[in-house]
């Protein structure tokens, strides 16, 4: 992901930073918003 989008960081590191919690939350509020 850091090489082939540009992104500063992939997403297993950008979740070790923030915590499985809030990745958690987000991924449970953008598939409520799917229905």
Not at 8 to 33: H, N, Q, W
Request: proline share 6%; hydrophobic share 45%; glycine share 14%.
């Amino acid at each position: 992901m850091t090489l082939g989008y540009g992104f500063p960081m992939g997403p297993l590191k950008l979740t070790d930073l923030v915590g499985l919690d809030v990745r958690l939350s987000i991924a449970e509020y953008l598939a409520g918003k799917r229905e």
